[in-house]
């Protein structure tokens, strides 16, 4: 799929158990190997994005916008980067070393200051109304560029995920919601099959024909059909030799030990490994960054298992020849104040924040947009929510002007509106 001209135009997500729970159902489907046991592209368009998100609002003075000359910046000192004129705060010293591959934006500004109400308007693009729940980013994505013959899940979401913060798939329908995998590390569980394969086809039947008499006598075939749905892709999923890789054991104890031997690294591990089999969508979390006390020793602990996993992620993808096709997308719901709270803490800013990108086609080594010197507000560029989805869809060749039924039957666009960022392809 060509990328198109920068110029054009409520549910929750299934949890293992309830995505696998549903290896009784359905029928039989065909299996394949991994992409990369695979000497052919098994879809037209192979883009992937994998969002790194920092769950409570990571501080921009103590990541990609330090202020070091100003009282605002803290004991926080700066890091040199592979970039001449390029710093980041001193807690990030290898991605620091990768910076030829990020492009960073200081000038991200929003309004909404609430955890809950932010966080759904970065995974979705709209701000919370009541009356619709919009799909997350990752569930518009792998619905235009999921591959029909991958037997994997094509949105995976690791870690544990607020419930109203956005995640899911919304009026897209529970086929779109994400996988969760709260702990990345190994196989997801229940995918052995619970009785022979024969027994497990004579259930199916039945189950098949009560299905259909509920459908028809409760006028629920959509219900019935979304449920077959979701059945199907458990059945795939259980019975696919792709499913390997879930399995960090079979990486190296290098590699292991490269991207970290914690949560935030595991997971960025399976996102490498899941874009290498053919998943369009992963998000990584990265709890804690909710800083309003202790700020500077708690963000230098969380700094540094995200710097070690984020730059070896940048690295292996490149690496692999994976990386142009691939957007990483560093993230969270805000920033934090410039002013330090009595008890060494920063509060939300939603006001002026950053954001990283790297790959799919974006120009890396470069800085999009400025804040003042004291951190209060945006000099230069200021760059919007619709902006950076509108960014995300063309690095990912997608319309963003394309538009989904809701479920009270109004169109509703995939991007609010927004120009994408220009500067980061040229």
């Known amino acids: 799929m060509s990328r198109m001209k920068i110029d054009d135009t409520s549910s929750y997500p299934a949890t293992r158990r309830a995505f696998l729970g549903a290896l009784t159902a359905g029928t039989f489907a065909g299996c394949g190997a991994l992409r990369a046991l695979c000497s052919e592209r098994l879809c037209e368009s192979d883009m992937s994005c994998i969002v790194l998100w920092m769950q409570g609002g990571p501080s921009q003075f103590e990541s990609f916008d330090p202020k070091p000359e100003h009282s605002n910046g803290g004991p926080t000192g700066v890091q040199s980067t592979s970039v001449p004129g390029i710093q980041v705060a001193e807690h990030w010293p290898l991605t620091a070393k990768v910076m030829k591959h990020i492009a960073v934006i200081r000038s991200m500004t929003n309004r909404e200051g609430n955890h809950l109400r932010a966080e759904y308007q970065l995974h979705t693009g709209y701000a919370p109304t009541g009356g619709v729940r919009h799909p997350a980013l990752g569930a518009l994505v792998a619905k235009e560029l999921r591959c029909s013959e991958l037997d994997l899940p094509a949105y995976v979401a690791t870690g544990r995920p607020r419930r109203q913060g956005g995640l899911g798939a919304g009026f897209l329908g529970v086929e779109h919601n994400p996988f969760v995998i709260p702990r990345p ?117 969380l700094s540094g298992e995200v710097d070690r996993g984020f730059s070896t992620l940048i690295g292996d993808l490149q690496d692999r020849g994976l990386l142009q096709r691939t957007l990483l997308v560093w993230m969270g719901e805000f920033g934090r104040t410039p002013r330090i709270n009595p008890r060494a803490g920063r509060d939300h800013f939603p006001r002026a924040f950053s954001v990283a990108l790297a790959g799919g086609g974006v120009r890396g080594g470069q800085v999009i947009g400025a804040t003042t010197p004291d951190g209060t507000r945006v000099r230069e560029r200021p760059v919007v929510v619709s902006d950076l989805f509108a960014t995300i869809f063309h690095c990912l060749g997608l319309n963003p002007a394309v538009e989904n039924e809701s479920t009270l039957g109004r169109p509703i666009k995939a991007v609010d509106g927004g120009r994408a960022i220009s500067e980061l392809f040229t």
């Open 185 to 301: 590390g190994t196989r997801p569980q229940n995918v052995e099959l619970p009785v022979s394969e024969e027994r497990l086809k004579r259930r199916l039947n039945l189950l098949g024909e009560l299905e259909q008499r509920f459908a028809v006598e409760q006028r629920a075939e959509s219900l019935v059909a979304e449920r077959e749905a979701l059945y199907g892709r458990g059945r795939r999923l259980a019975l696919s030799p792709r499913l390997e890789a879930f399995d960090l054991e079979r990486e190296s104890e290098r590699t292991r030990d490269d991207y970290g031997r914690n949560d935030f690294g595991n997971g960025c591990l399976l996102a490498r490994r899941l874009v290498e089999a053919g998943v369009t969508f992963v998000e990584v979390r990265s709890g804690g960054w909710d800083t309003h006390t202790n700020n500077f020793e708690r963000v230098a602990t």
